[in-house]
T-cell receptor
Framework: GAGVSQSPRYKVAKRGQDVALRCDPISGHVSLFWYQQALGQGPEFLTYFQNEAQLDKSGLPSDRFFAERPEGSVSTLKIQRTQQEDSAVYLC????????????FGSGTRLTVV | AQKVTQAQTEISVVEKEDVTLDCVYETRDTTYYLFWYKQPPSGELVFLIRRNSFDEQNEISGRYSWNFQKSTSSFNFTITASQVVDSAVYFCALRQLRFGNEKLTFGTGTRLTIIP
């Protein structure tokens, strides 16, 4: 597609429920990133893939967060046993990779845990 | 550790006024990239500019200009003759130039409101 597509756009989950957020990057983009943006804050890095390899997951806040990109294109961010503090916008970005190319961000998934 | 500070939480100006958004960064690296992004109400982050730490030339793009001063670790953004469509949250971000480390460190953003 022309841009980075994220689904669902909005998700309401009951505390303790598992959720899965999907990111479709731009075709051919090697690098894929997940960021978490709490209300009124800047995006914070969660994890990064180069093709199917997860090169950095240092930003994942707990072992309840898990991300995968099995075929090097679509990625899924899974949050198990959601907590209220997980409520945020989850942004996905993709890039051709390397230092020169910029990132294209999706519109995000707004997760509300009630 | 890297850090980006945007001290201005919210700014409001009347349309056609000029406005400057401040960005101060901290890094121990000598080479890095600096970015500005715009986040309209729709939520996506729109790329505005990338600046390499080697290049301290100021840049102008239409009504937008950027002032990069390595000596003060600042990368400020000025909008000239502001318009209502400029209303958004603006983020400054920093990226290390290390292979395999492509993550961006963002500031907390400045919410800009242009009053018609």
């Amino acid at each position: 597609g022309a841009g980075v597509s994220q689904s669902p756009r909005y998700k309401v989950a009951k505390r303790g429920q598992d959720v899965a957020l999907r990111c479709d990057p731009i075709s051919g983009h090697v690098s894929l990133f997940w960021y978490q943006q709490a209300l009124g804050q800047g995006p914070e890095f969660l994890t990064y893939f180069q093709n199917e390899a997860q090169l950095d997951k240092s930003g994942l806040p707990s072992d309840r967060f898990f991300a995968e990109r099995p075929e090097g294109s679509v990625s899924t961010l899974k949050i198990q046993r959601t907590q209220q503090e997980d409520s945020a916008v989850y942004l996905c970005a993709s890039s051709l990779g390397g230092f020169y190319y910029g990132y294209t961000f999706g519109s995000g998934t707004r997760l509300t845990v009630v | 550790a890297q850090k980006v500070t945007q001290a201005q939480t919210e700014i409001s100006v009347v349309e056609k006024e000029d406005v400057t958004l401040d960005c101060v960064y901290e890094t121990r690296d000598t080479t890095y990239y600096l970015f500005w992004y715009k986040q309209p109400p729709s939520g996506e982050l729109v790329f505005l500019i990338r600046r390499n730490s080697f290049d301290e030339q100021n840049e102008i793009s239409g009504r937008y200009s950027w002032n990069f001063q390595k000596s003060t670790s600042s990368f400020n953004f000025t909008i000239t003759a502001s318009q209502v469509v400029d209303s958004a949250v603006y983020f400054c971000a920093l990226r290390q130039l290390r292979f395999g480390n492509e993550k961006l460190t963002f500031g907390t953003g400045t919410r800009l409101t242009i009053i018609p």
